[in-house]
């Protein structure tokens, strides 16, 4: 009696419509693969809408209704309002709502599309069935007053149908006479691919890539995420800084959102592009260096302190330098035996200061030894000498930047 009741409970959380729109779609798409031939005018009209749609998405949707990364002039928020609902994912209003809360909430079962719970759910698990606990509040105070985003979000399904599948057929057939091709590829698979593209921003843009801002969230930057969506897949940097228009901020990283927006704003269509101060932004990424290093740092192995090695006397020193190869250098006792041999100006030199203060030889004297011998000789360090000698370099050269974490 349990199991129908399972599967019931199960079916009442399926997402019908989402399913219906990211099964047929692809359905009727290899219907038309096997079926009919793809001409290169329809091909370059499916890139083309592509680029448009996402567009839609990435520079409208996500920017700047649900990020309010700059301010669009009306005719641009109307012309973005159509662009995003050719990708058929909704209206802004329903997007912009649960991405807020997938910012707000990130990586907690109040998260829509929860990266924890696997690639496969937030890459369109979430899409497809009802959560058991609903998404976390965010706040769409101004969504509701936008006159644009709620003319889309009422007129929604009437729209979807002229620019999702409408548009794209009509301008191949009355283009070139190829309304099939334009109905399967730039139409059907044009949206499979960019339902598919975006999508990984939630899924693999959270598994794979790089960390340079901050590590504590699962988004990451993700350059193949950032091709297949003009921008968005660095990741990592838009989690930290989400109210920034860009996405990307070195010169060679590829996000043409940005470019986009620029160019809206350069035309007066577009104003406030909002950034995050450099400043704020070189210390995230500095931050995330430095751990790195310190990891390395912790593989190293360094001198043992000053507070842990013996105080000897220069009596004491004398007595034990008759028993094994010992050298005073800036105060420090340090037993040469094992180097002998290795020393590029020979043994003799070596041999000759044993039982003897060498800190002026080392330090210029004689030779002015590089960085690399001041921590080479660091590490044979045995002792302290007690008494007046002064400590020319405490901290070996390696030693001076060395990274501590503080705590609290």
């Keep these: 009696m349990k199991t129908p009741g399972k599967l019931?409970?199960?079916l009442s959380r399926v997402?019908?419509?989402?399913?219906?729109?990211?099964?047929?779609?692809?359905?009727?798409?290899m219907y038309g693969l096997r079926t009919t031939p793809l001409r290169p005018q329809t091909l370059l009209w499916s890139i083309l809408y592509y680029v448009i749609s996402m567009l839609g998405i990435t520079a409208g949707y996500h920017r700047l209704w649900s990020h309010r990364s700059y301010n669009a002039s009306r005719p641009l928020q109307y012309l973005l309002a159509l662009m995003g609902a050719s990708a058929v994912q909704g209206s802004v209003f329903w997007w912009a709502r649960g991405h807020r809360s997938?910012?707000?909430y990130t990586d907690t079962p109040l998260d829509p599309y929860n990266a924890q719970r696997g690639l496969l759910y937030s890459h369109i698990g979430w899409m497809l069935i009802k959560p058991t606990v609903k998404p976390g509040p965010a706040d769409i105070s101004d969504l509701r007053k936008n006159e644009v985003v709620q003319w889309q979000h009422r007129w929604y399904f009437a729209i979807i149908p002229v620019v999702g599948y409408g548009l794209p057929t009509v301008v191949a057939g009355l283009g070139w006479g190829d309304w099939w091709g334009g109905f399967y590829y730039a139409a059907m698979w044009r949206i499979t691919f960019v339902h598919h593209s975006t999508f990984c921003i939630n899924s693999i843009a959270?598994?794979?890539g790089d960390s340079?801002?901050?590590d504590r969230k699962s988004a990451r930057d993700h350059f193949f995420s950032a091709l297949l969506t003009m921008g968005e897949g660095y990741h990592n940097f838009h989690h930290q800084f989400p109210m920034d228009y860009r996405n990307a901020v070195k010169w060679y990283q590829f996000d043409p959102t940005k470019w986009f927006i620029a160019t809206c704003g350069a035309l007066g269509l577009a104003s406030h592009l909002r950034v995050f101060p450099e400043n704020e932004i070189n210390k995230g990424e500095l931050a995330m260096r430095l751990k790195k290093l310190k990891k390395v740092q912790d593989a190293i192995q360094w001198p043992v302190q000053v507070g842990d090695l013996p105080v000897v006397s220069w009596d004491s020193f004398q007595q034990e330098a008759a028993e094994r190869p010992l050298v005073i250098v800036s105060g420090f006792i340090h037993d040469v035996g094992d180097f002998a041999d290795q020393h590029p100006g020979g043994r003799?030199?070596?041999l000759s200061r044993i039982g003897k203060d060498a800190t002026a030889a080392f330090c210029g004297g004689v030779y002015e030894h590089s960085n690399a011998a001041h921590n080479l000789l660091s590490m044979m360090r045995v002792g302290?000498?007690?008494g007046g000698v002064e400590h020319v370099r405490t901290i070996s050269p390696g030693e001076k930047l060395r990274i501590v974490e503080r705590m609290g």
């Design 8 to 10: 019931a409970g199960f």
């Design 15 to 29: 997402r019908w419509f989402n399913l219906g729109v990211l099964t047929i779609t692809p359905a009727i798409g």
């Design 102 to 104: 997938h910012h707000r």
């Design 206 to 208: 959270h598994y794979f």
């Design 212 to 214: 340079p801002f901050d």
């Design 348 to 350: 003799s030199l070596v």
């Design 384 to 386: 302290v000498l007690h």
